[in-house]
C-alpha cells in the first residue's frame, strides 16, 4: 500500500510563480501607506509592513490565502484604500488638509488647486468627505511624493485664488500655528518626557522635534535600583494625536514596568503585552533598548523594528559601526512570537565611545527633489558636529536636517545620544610632575 502524502493547509501552501513575480513587477501589488502598510491587493487589507513590504506580502498571503479564490483589485481602488487610511492618519494634525472655501470647494495642498464636490457635512469632515479627497489624491500626481505645499506657498494660492480669512476654514489657531486643542496636547507630552539624569563618567544629550506639534516619537530614561541605566527610543506608527496617545500610555507603562524589571529584554516583552490592547489594528511601535551597567562598562542593545544604533569612536580602527540585532516591532504579535524575534547585543565600551540613536524622520526627511538625507547624510553630519558638546552634536545634526528639507519636515525627530567621558589625566604620574618634585626636593 503506498504511503499517502500528507496535505499541506490550504491557507499554507506556498505562493505560485506568478503572485512572487507579480509582487516584484505589479504596480497594484505595490502599493504602500505613508505608515509603513502594505495593501493586500485581494482585499484592500492594510498590513504592518514594519520589517519589510515583500517579506510582509508574502507571509501575509500565505496565511490569508486571499489570492486563491480572488481577482486583485483595480490599481486604482487600492490607491483610493491607500489614501483613505493616511487622510484618516494626517488630518487631525495637518491644518493644510483642512481648507475649505465657503462654496464648499477643498484646496488641495499638493498642487493648490480647488477641487469642486468635496462634501462636508454640517461643515465636517465625514467618512464620505475622506472617500471624496482620496480620489482626487490618487489621480493627482504631486501627492505621490507625499510632500505638502509649505504653508507660506498655501497663503499664496488662498490669496490668488480670492479666499478671505474666513472663507480658509482652518480652524481656530494661535500664533503658532497650532491649533488650541494641539498645542495644550504638545505641552502636556512636553512635561512627561523625562530629564537626562547626571551619571559620572558618561554625558546624556537629546533632541526632540515633533513634526505637527505633538509627536509619534519617544524617548524615556530611567535609573534602576541597581544602579543601570535603561534608555528607550521608540517611534509610533503615525503621526498626530492618534500616535501622541499612544505615547503618552507608552511613557506610563515603560515606567511602571521598570520599577520591578531586571532586564531590558524582560521588560520589553512585557511591554508588548501590556501595549498590544492600546494600539489599533494594524499600528505598532518601533524601539531601540539600552541598559547600561555604569561600572562595568557594559550596554546591553535590543532592537525592535528599530534600525541600528551608531556606536563611534574616532581613536578606534573601526571609527564608527552599527550595533543592535534585528528584532520584531512591538504589537504585531503575542509576547510568545515577539520574545523569539528580539536578542541582546552586548557592547563593552570604551573611553571616548559615542553612540548615538535616532527615529526615522532624520534619514527619511527629503528635499525639494524628492530626495532623502539618507544614512551618508546623517553619518557626515555627525562628523561636523564632533568638536563640541553632546548636546551641540545632536542639536547640530537635527539643524542639517532642518535646513536640508527647508523646514519642511514631513516626520517627527528624535536624536538621542551617550557619551562616555574620557578620564581626567593623572598629572601626579606625569614624568614632568615627576622631575619637579624631585628639585623641589633637592
Aim: glycine share 8%; aromatic share 6%.
Amino acid at each position: 500500500m503506498p504511503a499517502q502524502s500528507k496535505s499541506i493547509p490550504l491557507q499554507r501552501r506556498p505562493l505560485t510563480t506568478d503572485i512572487l513575480r507579480r509582487l516584484e513587477t505589479d504596480p497594484a501589488f505595490m502599493v504602500m501607506t505613508g505608515d509603513n502598510h502594505w495593501i493586500d491587493p485581494y482585499t484592500g487589507q492594510a498590513v504592518p509592513a514594519a520589517q519589510g513590504r515583500l517579506e510582509a506580502a508574502r507571509a501575509h498571503l500565505m496565511d490569508s490565502g486571499s489570492w486563491r479564490d480572488r481577482d486583485p483589485l483595480p490599481r486604482m481602488q487600492l490607491e483610493i484604500v491607500r489614501w483613505r487610511i493616511d487622510l484618516m492618519r494626517l488630518l487631525p494634525s495637518e491644518p493644510r488638509l483642512r481648507i475649505f472655501g465657503k462654496d464648499g470647494r477643498w484646496l488641495n495642498p499638493f498642487n493648490g488647486e480647488l477641487v469642486a464636490d468635496i462634501v462636508r457635512e454640517d461643515g465636517k469632515i465625514t467618512a464620505t468627505t475622506i472617500t471624496a479627497m482620496a480620489r482626487v489624491l490618487c489621480t493627482c500626481p504631486p501627492a505621490a511624493s507625499g510632500r505638502l505645499l509649505d504653508s507660506q506657498s498655501l497663503a499664496s494660492k488662498v490669496q490668488a485664488l480670492g479666499l478671505t480669512r474666513s472663507d480658509a476654514n482652518v480652524g481656530k489657531s494661535t500664533d503658532t500655528g497650532l491649533s488650541i486643542d494641539m498645542e495644550k496636547a504638545r505641552n502636556v507630552q512636553q512635561n512627561m518626557l523625562s530629564a537626562l539624569p547626571d551619571l559620572d563618567g558618561y554625558d546624556l544629550a537629546v533632541h526632540f522635534t515633533p513634526q505637527a506639534g505633538v509627536s509619534g516619537d519617544f524617548y524615556e530614561v530611567i535609573t534602576m535600583h541597581s544602579g543601570d541605566l535603561m534608555f528607550f527610543v521608540g517611534d509610533v506608527s503615525g503621526h498626530g494625536m492618534q500616535a501622541a496617545l499612544v505615547v503618552a500610555t507608552a511613557l506610563k507603562t515603560i515606567r511602571f514596568l521598570a520599577r520591578t524589571a531586571t532586564s531590558v529584554t524582560g521588560l520589553l516583552i512585557q511591554f508588548n503585552d501590556e501595549i498590544r490592547a492600546d494600539l489599533l489594528p494594524g499600528q505598532f511601535i518601533t524601539m531601540f533598548a539600552g541598559q547600561l551597567d555604569p561600572i562595568a562598562g557594559t550596554l546591553q542593545c535590543v532592537r525592535a523594528g528599530h534600525h541600528s544604533g551608531i556606536l563611534m569612536n574616532l581613536e578606534n580602527d573601526t571609527v564608527m559601526r552599527r550595533v543592535g540585532r534585528p528584532g520584531m516591532a512591538i504589537g504585531l504579535a503575542p509576547s510568545s512570537v515577539f520574545a523569539n524575534s528580539i536578542h541582546v547585543e552586548i557592547v563593552q565600551l570604551q573611553s571616548g565611545d559615542l553612540l548615538v540613536q535616532y527615529t526615522d524622520g532624520v534619514t527619511e526627511a527629503m528635499d525639494t527633489q524628492g530626495v532623502e538625507f539618507g544614512e551618508a547624510g546623517f553619518y557626515s553630519s555627525i562628523f561636523r558636529q564632533c568638536n563640541g558638546s553632546l548636546q551641540e552634536l545632536v542639536d547640530g545634526v537635527a539643524k542639517d536636517v532642518q535646513a536640508y528639507v527647508r523646514g519642511l519636515l514631513e516626520d517627527d525627530l528624535t536624536i538621542f545620544a551617550m557619551a562616555v567621558i574620557p578620564p581626567p589625566e593623572d598629572v601626579a604620574t606625569s614624568g614632568e610632575w615627576d622631575e619637579n618634585d624631585n628639585d623641589t626636593r633637592a
